[in-house]
């Protein structure tokens, strides 16, 4: 039996315990860091109860992993000791993220060719995390590579993806802790369900079709979500600002300067919006953020497309710059008034398993005799196989002085916002 140190008390799962390992590794700088860190940035400004912190969602992801580890069909595949590595790899899954979480990888991707994903190995491995894990008696090696899903241990892809995969527990926490604080709560998705379903089928994880309903509601709340909370566009309006007064400021602040992961850490939102703040490259649009004084949302149409060379399109600079150019012509404006936002979304993040193609889900159904035959769950859920495919959404962002006049420049270029696009918020 697994000894416990004591509980904290969660308002999405109750009492969580954990382990004097867990203790340990919890009372580090690196993981109490995430207290200042929010989980939703800017969504506050749509959702005022969108306060919580990547240190509660880590917690939750902690505890995830423990009810999954006791899952009996994977339990008979984990080792108690495996277990509690899983455990510690996921508490520690998000400990790369930068102030305002989401908003900062923009800064690591353009300038550093780096994600949060790096940055989290970087610093379980190099920080004093690295000393705190080994003398647990467990290798921080191992664990840094677990927490982003990259362990890659012989026989037990499983492993990683129980981290990083369609259904990770990372997902499975962030769908009912969201929409929780948020309030917008988009159905009811049994995630106990799910977790009590998952299974290993050729080392891969993959769910048994007596979760159908179950799984088809998490596809339908995640988005919703994205939708209606990550996707927002008065939450991507803050988030724009964000991220271009990080870019504004950053030679000035240095925010690619760090050189040690203790350098990194001493990032985060309170430090980051106090030095944008003083900063005369960015404190305008801090002032701004702060009296609520938004970019304003011109144009917004979202399209579904199973193409993913459709969805690429979105991605690529140039063509948004092209865009954005276009229209400031047409609106007589300088480009720097106008900004395109392409949030582009895998409607079914597919990342992990050999056994399907690319955007399935694996499932299986066991026979009589206790076979598990996997099976494509397009050709099962009618609802999957319709969301399945990318949400690609293009907006147009410019200020209140300008709004009228770009408006109408994107309206003209980019064709009619359909009324079915035309949601109040």
């Known amino acids: ?6 509980e904290i008390k969660d308002p999405v799962f109750g009492y969580i315990y954990i382990t004097n390992a867990e203790k340990e590794i919890i009372d580090s700088f690196p993981v109490q860091r995430l207290r200042r860190l929010r989980q939703l940035a800017g969504t506050e400004f749509v959702y005022p109860g969108a306060n919580h912190t990547r240190f509660e969602h880590s917690i939750g992801v902690m505890h995830l992993t423990g009810l999954l580890s006791e899952n ?5 595949e984990i080792s108690e000791d495996e277990a509690q590595i899983i455990r510690i790899a996921a508490l520690l899954h998000d400990l790369g993220h930068g102030p305002f979480s989401h908003v900062f990888e923009h800064i690591l991707t353009k300038f550093l060719k780096k994600t949060h994903e790096d940055m989290t190995t970087w610093i379980i491995q190099e920080s004093e995390l690295k000393h705190v894990i080994d003398k647990l008696g467990y290798s921080s090696d191992a664990i840094g590579k677990l927490a982003v899903g990259a362990l890659h241990k012989p026989g037990k892809a499983f492993m990683d993806q129980i981290i990083r995969s369609a259904f990770d527990v990372d997902k499975l926490d962030f769908i009912v802790r969201d ?6 709560q988009y159905g009811y998705v049994d995630i106990f369900r799910l977790i009590h379903m998952l299974d290993v089928l050729d080392e891969n994880l993959t769910i048994n079709l007596g979760a159908l309903s179950a799984l088809e509601s998490l596809i339908l709340a995640r988005i919703e979500s994205f939708r209606s909370i990550y996707f927002h566009r008065v939450g991507r309006a803050v988030q724009i600002m964000l991220a271009m007064a990080m870019e504004e400021a950053k030679d000035e602040l240095g925010l690619t300067d760090f050189k040690s992961p203790e350098q990194y850490l001493a990032l985060n939102d309170y430090v980051m919006w106090t030095m944008l703040k003083e900063s005369e490259k960015s404190k305008v649009i801090i002032e701004d953020l702060e009296r609520r004084r938004l970019l304003k949302c011109v144009y917004d149409q979202t399209f579904y497309m ?5 969805s690429s399109i979105f991605s690529v600079e140039e063509i948004r710059n092209e865009i954005r150019d276009q229209i400031a012509s047409e609106a007589q404006v300088e480009p720097q008034s106008v900004v395109i936002d392409v949030p582009t979304l895998p409607t079914v993040p597919y990342r992990h398993s050999v056994l399907l193609e690319p955007m399935e889900i694996p499932v299986f159904h066991k026979t009589h005799d206790g076979q598990k035959i996997s099976q494509r769950l397009s050709e099962i859920s009618g609802i999957f196989d319709v969301l399945r495919g990318f949400i690609n959404i293009l907006r147009v962002y410019t200020d209140e002085r300008h709004r009228d006049q770009v408006g109408a420049a994107a309206t003209k270029l980019l064709g009619r916002t359909p009324t079915s696009a035309k949601i109040s918020y």
Request: a positive charge; hydrophobic letters at 25%; proline letters at 5%.
């Open 1 to 6: 039996m697994r000894r416990y140190w004591g």
């Open 72 to 76: 009996p069909n994977l339990s008979q």
């Open 179 to 184: 929409t929780y604080h948020t309030g917008a």
């Open 306 to 310: 199973k193409d993913k060379t459709i």
